[in-house]
């Protein structure tokens, strides 16, 4: 059974840092695109990031050059390094694993949709 349970959200400051973590188990890691989304209060869930099995790493717009997403496949654990937050940064965020027809590739479709497995979120907050 899959299980993820990520880690590392809190509350900072703008132009702050935090990384969140995203623990796997349950099924192959490395052979599987592993995504983050996020959803503030009011707003549909969005894709932050995600990184294929090669480990290429792909962001959305709103977060290129801010964020970098990386895994290790020895921990089971993808990452989420986040720099120079905003406070529109402010969501919960999740990681989420790709839905089987794509394994070790990442859907180009922010769609949810393309992903079978989440974990339960893990909040952050940016104040001004």
């Known amino acids: 059974q899959v299980h993820l349970v990520e880690f590392g959200g809190g509350s900072v400051q703008a132009g702050g840092s935090l990384t969140l973590s995203c623990a796997a188990s349950?099924?192959?890691?490395?052979?599987?695109?592993m995504a983050w989304f996020r959803q503030a209060p009011g707003k549909e869930r969005e894709g932050v990031g995600s990184?294929?099995?090669?480990?290429?790493?792909t962001y959305a717009d709103f977060v290129k050059g801010r964020f970098t997403i990386s895994k290790d496949n020895a921990k089971n654990t993808v990452y989420l390094q986040m720099n120079n937050l905003k406070p529109e940064d402010t969501a919960m965020y999740y990681c989420?694993?790709?839905?089987?027809?794509?394994?070790?590739?990442?859907?180009?479709?922010?769609?949810?949709?393309?992903?079978?497995?989440w974990g339960q979120g893990t909040q952050v907050t940016v104040s001004s």
């Open positions: 989420a694993k790709v839905a089987g027809r794509f394994r070790g590739f990442c859907p180009t479709v922010w769609s949810g949709l393309n992903y079978d497995s």
């Open positions: 349950g099924y192959t890691f490395s052979a599987y695109c």
């Open positions: 990184i294929n099995r090669l480990d290429t790493p």
